[in-house]
């Protein structure tokens, strides 16, 4: 039975996905290297300096450490220009219901996040007190598909990994929970997620009205 939901931020809980994209586009484009939507796709739940690997990967650049350091920090400063508005209502369909019934049902709530903005997100969202545990991009040293973020989530949860089920948006994220011998739902085209066990378009989907129990 599932004891835990282990939430990615990212495109799970919040609209910041799109914002994400907005800013490495912008790298990409100042860099001249060609990004579409589906390069974007392997950029989602992978950190920051790895996202940049990959786009240099892509334009077959190479750059010094502190070249990357630049850009990564360029990168972000664009990202957090565009969560400067970034309130409650940024919130996706279904969240709040979702984690509400889960809690009702005893399930305990963690998040499992690349990103080292978690913090800031979490505050400016006032959604803090929904998670039992918390791990961000700061507290592990490997990115998804490894599955450090979920592991380390469901230790501080003290839920064994088959007993979590972990709310995911990308196909690095995907993988990582399934490397942690954890469920995994993901939340998107099924078309793209289709190492998920099961793709729902939004968390809305899975409120109690259609599905009996988590
Ligand atoms: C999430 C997003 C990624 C992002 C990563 C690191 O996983 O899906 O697109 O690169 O977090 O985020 P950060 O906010 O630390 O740059
Ligand atoms: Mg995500």
């Given at each position: 039975?599932?004891?835990?939901?282990?939430?990615?931020?990212?495109?799970?809980?919040?609209?910041?996905?799109?914002y994400h994209y907005l800013a490495w586009r912008r790298v990409a484009e100042r860099l001249d290297i060609p990004f579409t939507e589906a390069d974007n796709e392997r950029l989602k739940g992978v950190s920051r300096s790895q996202?940049?690997?990959?786009?240099?990967?892509?334009g077959k650049e190479s750059m010094h450490a502190d070249e990357k350091r630049e850009w990564a920090a360029?990168?972000?400063?664009?990202y957090l220009e565009y969560?400067?508005?970034l309130n409650e209502s940024h919130l996706l369909p279904g969240a709040r219901a979702y984690v509400a019934w889960l809690k009702k049902a005893g399930v305990r709530i963690g998040l499992g996040t690349s990103s080292k903005?978690?913090?800031?997100?979490?505050?400016?969202?006032?959604?803090?007190?929904?998670?039992?545990?918390?791990?961000d991009g700061s507290m592990v040293a490997q990115t998804k598909p490894d599955p450090e973020v979920f592991l380390k989530c469901a230790h501080l949860l003290h839920v064994r990994p088959e007993c979590c089920l972990v709310l995911e948006d990308s196909t690095a994220g995907i993988q990582a929970a399934k490397n942690a011998g954890m469920?995994?739902?993901?939340?998107g085209d099924k078309h793209v997620l289709t190492e998920a066990d099961r793709v729902v378009s939004g968390l809305q989907e899975l409120l109690p009205s259609k599905e009996a129990s988590p």
């Amino acid at each position: 039975a599932i004891k835990a939901a282990i939430f990615d931020l990212d495109g799970v809980l919040v609209d910041t996905a799109h914002y994400h994209y907005l800013a490495w586009r912008r790298v990409a484009e100042r860099l001249d290297i060609p990004f579409t939507e589906a390069d974007n796709e392997r950029l989602k739940g992978v950190s920051r300096s790895q996202s940049l690997e990959y786009v240099l990967q892509k334009g077959k650049e190479s750059m010094h450490a502190d070249e990357k350091r630049e850009w990564a920090a360029r990168k972000n400063a664009w990202y957090l220009e565009y969560l400067s508005a970034l309130n409650e209502s940024h919130l996706l369909p279904g969240a709040r219901a979702y984690v509400a019934w889960l809690k009702k049902a005893g399930v305990r709530i963690g998040l499992g996040t690349s990103s080292k903005n978690a913090g800031v997100i979490l505050e400016r969202l006032r959604i803090q007190d929904w998670f039992d545990a918390a791990v961000d991009g700061s507290m592990v040293a490997q990115t998804k598909p490894d599955p450090e973020v979920f592991l380390k989530c469901a230790h501080l949860l003290h839920v064994r990994p088959e007993c979590c089920l972990v709310l995911e948006d990308s196909t690095a994220g995907i993988q990582a929970a399934k490397n942690a011998g954890m469920k995994c739902i993901g939340i998107g085209d099924k078309h793209v997620l289709t190492e998920a066990d099961r793709v729902v378009s939004g968390l809305q989907e899975l409120l109690p009205s259609k599905e009996a129990s988590p």
